[in-house]
């Protein structure tokens, strides 16, 4: 058996649509003895008012597959940016597939066994009913993969699902619900599908009054996945079991959950705009996956990243850095922060978040360390007898209030502390420590 | 508008790409690749006072999720273009003579025909085996008859 590749994008590929790619592909794949791939480029978004591809009557095998993926470093999960790009749909990442029209069952269909979605980004922005990224009606299906997707919907009248699908495994795969009457992932019979470590949400604001996961009967497997935003986590928890998920609602199905959690705590913006569901630090989905070498053999993450980075897998798609991919290092010197020139007299990295500090907004994209010595910040100078790092919460600093806007902790270690020669005061919920020493590590206390 | 149509089914099943079918719909001077323009099995159609209306029926699917039945094979378009009905149907049969055929939207919709299919009915539960009469359970027996006494 070989593989025949079409390339899709342009008229310089093999073809300008997906749709005749696909329809240069024999019915037969079996006779014809090949695999077939369908290789997208990014040469422009591939928009259409009515369903992009339907996958139908083909006969495959296991060594007769069709795979639609995207050629190197045209997918969003590929992009030199992929790390640090939003994690939602944008066709300026890579590869996009987006249906404007009403009543699109689907912007993929399929029904064809041995068929693999990879790499790819899929919106229905229709405003009537049916909207789906991805529709399979067949509970049969076998070797039916989605991998590394993002799949979404938009905020037409009536939502229906992101993905419709009665088997198959989904992995790595991001799924938003923008409608508010809409649910996340559809299945009728379940008995085939399995979802692992994929993000399955509806945007903070927009109020869903449905399930992240409907289901009409049960055996679908959920492992590792994050659930946010819905109204209810599952609309029947028996249909379901699994065990590693989280959700800001309950979960009544399988162990080892995170339950209740806190949505904007989670993600690093949850609202409709400018949506970006990778983990920030200090979820709790962050190294409490299970290892699932079953579902994702590679143990990788929607854009590659080897899983774990902590002491285990992160739930959801995204596996969590703690340092970041490409640390950011300011050596001694002058830097203007949001409009404000500061010294830098030692070097400094920091993390990802937009931070507040002396009433001057940034954006810092690495986790911000000091170490001991001497800082001088916006005209203010600090002298540090200890490592500290930030988190969220408004802090007063030598009489100057700053705001630090990520989820990360202040820890102040053992030691003897000033900032600007002004004698620090710590509290630590009720036990007020005050004084220039600390007895103990302190976390999360407020400085005055 | 420029529709990349299908001239030959690719297959005999019912969810295979039929004669007729709209491959895509793509605007006017779409930027066909050379296979596009080639393929022997495909014909495009140049249709420049086609109304996106007519492109979205076209392009509808046989049924939509509300209508579906799980488990079930549908035909992929509720609509195909008969090709036999087309101004000039020689040009799309035998030899592609013509990289595209210039139709107007009104001819387009004169050959366009409903797809026409009823999806067979669902295998009936069998019946359930009867169960067998019992047999009936025997009259009672009568009273032992007395030992008689001894002499």
């Known amino acids: 058996m070989g593989t025949v ?3 899709v994008g342009t ?4 073809y300008s649509t997906l749709a005749a ?5 024999p019915s037969n794949l079996v006779l014809a003895g090949n695999n077939y791939v369908l290789q997208c480029y990014n040469d422009s978004e591939f928009v259409s008012s009515s369903q992009l591809l339907n996958i139908s009557g083909n006969v495959t095998s296991s060594s007769a597959t069709l795979t639609i993926n995207c050629a190197s470093g045209q997918s969003f999960g590929t992009n030199a940016s992929a790390e640090t790009n939003a994690l939602s749909y944008n066709a300026s990442n890579g590869v996009g597939f987006r249906c404007t029209g009403s009543y699109v069952l689907g912007v993929f269909a399929n029904s064809v066994n041995y068929v693999t979605l990879s790499g790819l980004q899929l919106a229905n922005n229709g405003t009537g009913n049916e909207e789906t990224a991805i529709y399979n009606n067949s509970s049969s299906l076998t070797n039916f993969l989605i991998d590394g997707c993002i799949l979404e919907t938009g905020t037409g009248s009536n939502g229906y699902s992101v993905l419709t699908t009665l088997s198959g495994l ?3 795969t991001l799924i938003v619900q923008r409608n508010t009457s809409g649910v996340g992932v559809f299945t009728a019979y379940p008995i085939l599908l399995r979802l692992a470590n994929c993000t399955i949400v509806a945007p903070s604001d927009r109020t869903s009054s ?4 409907t289901g ?6 959920i492992t590792n996945c994050a659930i946010f935003g819905f109204a209810s986590s599952a ?4 249909f379901f079991s699994g065990s590693n998920n989280a959700s800001d609602q309950t979960i009544g199905f399988g162990s080892a959950n995170q339950a209740s959690q806190t949505y904007s705590a989670t993600f690093n913006v949850t609202t409709n705009s400018g949506s970006d569901f990778k983990l920030i630090s200090g979820s709790s989905c962050i190294n409490n996956g299970t290892t699932d070498t079953t579902d994702i053999p590679a143990a990788i993450d929607i854009v590659g990243t080897s899983r774990p980075q902590g002491s285990a897998w992160c739930i959801s798609a995204w596996e969590f850095m703690s340092s970041g991919p490409t640390p950011i290092t300011a050596g001694v010197g002058a830097y203007t922060w949001a409009g404000v020139t500061a010294n830098l007299a030692l070097s400094i990295a920091a993390n990802v978040g937009a931070y507040s500090w002396a009433g001057k907004t940034a954006n810092v994209t690495q986790l911000i360390n000091a170490g001991v010595g001497s800082y001088t910040w916006a005209g203010v100078t600090a002298n540090l007898a200890n490592s500290i790092d930030a988190t969220i919460g408004a802090y007063t600093w030598a009489g100057v209030t700053a705001v630090v806007g990520n989820s990360l902790t202040i820890n102040a270690g053992i030691g003897a502390y000033q900032w600007s020669g002004v004698t620090t005061v710590c509290w630590m919920g009720l036990q007020p420590l005050t004084g220039t020493n600390f007895a103990n590590t302190v976390k999360g206390g407020v400085w005055n | 508008m420029e529709l990349l149509i299908a001239v030959v089914a690719n297959g005999a099943a019912v969810n295979n790409i039929q004669a007729g079918e709209v491959i895509t719909i793509q605007p006017d001077n779409w930027g066909w690749t050379q296979a596009e323009l080639t393929n022997p099995n495909w014909q495009i159609i140049s249709s420049v006072d086609m109304l996106q209306t007519q492109a979205n029926t076209l392009m509808m699917g046989f049924s939509m999720a509300s209508q579906q039945l799980f488990n079930t094979v549908y035909p992929r378009k509720k609509n195909i273009i008969s090709i036999s009905l087309l101004p000039n149907p020689a040009l799309f049969n035998g030899t592609r003579t013509q990289s595209k055929v210039t139709v107007a939207a009104a001819a387009v919709t004169t050959a366009t025909i409903a797809v026409v299919y009823t999806p067979p009915a669902p295998t009936p539960i069998p019946a359930p085996t ?3 009469t019992p047999t009936p359970v025997p009259a009672a027996l009568g009273s032992p008859a007395q030992i008689p006494a001894p002499n």
């Open chain 1, 170 to 172: 989904v992995r790595n």
């Open chain 1, 5 to 7: 590749t079409y390339t």
């Open chain 1, 21 to 25: 790619a696909y329809a240069a592909v």
């Open chain 1, 210 to 213: 449905n399930s992240g996961l």
């Open chain 1, 235 to 238: 609309n029947n928890s028996t």
């Open chain 2, 130 to 132: 009867p169960i067998p």
């Open chain 1, 216 to 221: 009409s009967a049960g055996g679908a497997t």
């Open chain 1, 11 to 14: 008229s310089s590929r093999n």
